[in-house]
């Protein structure tokens, strides 16, 4: 992986983001729970807009020396140092398809802010909200999975959970 970023993929990195990042008229929001999807191997796996920060080139990571297998490495996003980690390896028996291109940055409930890395930059797509209520309802894992309005299966990640120490190393 070359570690030039060139200026038409920032471009449309930027883009996307701030489509992301731009909330859905408030009709749309009553019926629709939106989320940032991607691809890891052959599963679909997606965030909640309000947990979503921002989308970042891989090449932004600083590789840490002898650093668990989840984590990628450290980058600066807003003045602050956060971890980059790998959701394959967090999602223990997940497997790639191709080498990650971006990196997905959320926050949890806490306030925590890590990267994740994904095969390809997010699209967002709807989901009946309560799909995502009958789906969560008594979970406490780091993902559900349920239906996507386009009728394809789609894991929800629960950042929170996913963060745990034992969710985030695969060591629970």
Known sequence: MSDDFDDVSRAVLRARADRLRATPDEDASDSTYWVAAFGLGDERFSVSLPEMLAVLPLT????????????????????????????????????????????????????????????????????DPSRVAIARDGVSEPFVELTAEDGEPINLLDVDVLLTEGAAFGSG
């Open 60 to 127: 932004a990571v600083t590789p840490v020396p002898l650093a668990p297998n989840a984590v990628l490495g450290m980058l600066r996003f807003q003045g602050a140092l956060i971890p980059a980690l790998s959701l394959a390896s967090m999602l223990v028996g997940r497997a790639v398809r191709r080498d990650p291109v971006a990196l997905v940055i959320v926050s949890s409930t806490s306030g925590r802010v890590v990267a994740l890395d994904c095969e390809q930059i997010p699209g967002v797509i709807g989901i």
